[in-house]
């Protein structure tokens, strides 16, 4: 069974830093693309970073050189450094793994960019 568990949301001022992780069960992990997507309140799930098996990052243009995406194979763990943080950062953060026709997403984690 396929499992993905995020973890690492919280409340942050604007201007702070948190690193969000995503962790996978069940999963031949590294075949897999993964993609770190936020879901703000009454707005579309918007794309924010994706790494895939050779390592290739690629980012929103909101948050180039702000967030850092990265993967630990051992670990079976994906992470999002997220740095400089703004209001408009606020959301759901949810991890997806991609392969083929296969998505598997997790439950998600919050943070909220508020003084």
């Known amino acids: 069974q396929v499992q993905l568990v995020e973890s690492g949301g919280g409340l942050v001022q604007p201007g702070g830093s948190l690193r969000l992780s995503c962790v996978a069960t069940?999963?031949?992990?590294?075949?897999?693309?993964v993609g770190w997507y936020r879901q703000a309140p009454e707005k579309l799930r918007e794309l924010v970073a994706t790494?895939?098996?050779?390592?290739?990052?690629n980012y929103a243009d909101a948050v180039k050189g702000r967030f850092t995406i990265s993967r630990d194979i051992a670990k079976n763990a994906v992470y999002l450094q997220m740095s400089s943080l703004k209001p408009e950062g606020t959301g759901i953060y949810l991890c997806?793994?991609?392969?083929?026709?296969?998505?598997?997403w997790g439950q998600g984690t919050q943070v909220t960019v508020s003084s």
């Open positions: 790494i895939n098996p050779r390592g290739s990052r």
């Open positions: 069940g999963i031949m992990y590294d075949l897999y693309s």
């Open positions: 997806k793994y991609h392969y083929g026709p296969d998505d598997y």
